[in-house]
């Protein structure tokens, strides 16, 4: 099973680049930009593996399916921005389904590590409800980060890297984020707990930071939007 997940996480991972050929042929920037970053996030797991500790890298070896769901949500993703985002209505929630519940996933496993090593910080359905909130909280961040990408490429008319829709857009993208959350913790899917576990006080520690980064940075991206539309707007 193990060696199935890296063969399909390989072959994904090389469909992600095939794709990116394909944007850099069209001279779609926008959608070679991600593919980059789609095979960067994808290639996470890997680098981890080689620069961490043997621990983490035994139990990153020993999970897979963590590379596997990287790299299927990174070539969704590419797909979807090569066309089938504006042609397939169903393509975004999809990929905000799959990638929210991989970061559901995550952030789950890793308050259940935590509360196993500290004792009890919530109860289950606090867990449930913190992982569905921390997810929604990112939601909110990366929507933002749209808004204000657009806003930046308008102000110095080029291509978006990341593409707006709407309001409309805006709200159904966070509502398949919380679905995704909810498919996670409603199966009480611990992939990763194990991983997490590894070292508690590190994740504890990645949750604290991600969450201050989220929070800080949502407020900073509304005020640099801001500040970009008023300095559009006075040009």
Known sequence: MHDAAHVAATLLQVG????????????DVAAAVNAAFALTVALVPVGVSAAAPAAVAEAMSATPELSLWLALAGFLHVVGMLGWYDTVRWWDHLTHTLSAGLLASLVYGSLVAVSRSSGPVLWPGGLAGATV?????????????????????????????LVHYGWRDTALDLVFDVVGALLVVAVD???????????????????????????????????????????????
């Open 16 to 27: 992600i680049v095939a794709m990116g050929v394909v944007a850099v042929r069209r001279a």
């Open 133 to 161: 909130g921390f997810v929604f909280a990112i939601g909110v961040f990366w929507e933002i980060g749209e808004l204000l990408a657009r806003d930046v490429a308008d102000w110095l008319d080029i291509e978006p890297v």
């Open 189 to 235: 899917l611990r992939l990763f707990v194990e991983v997490a576990a590894v070292s508690p006080t590190a994740t504890r520690t990645a949750l604290v930071w991600t969450g201050q980064v989220v929070g800080a940075g949502s407020v900073l991206f509304v005020a640099g939007m801001l500040l970009t539309r008023y300095a559009r707007d006075a040009r």
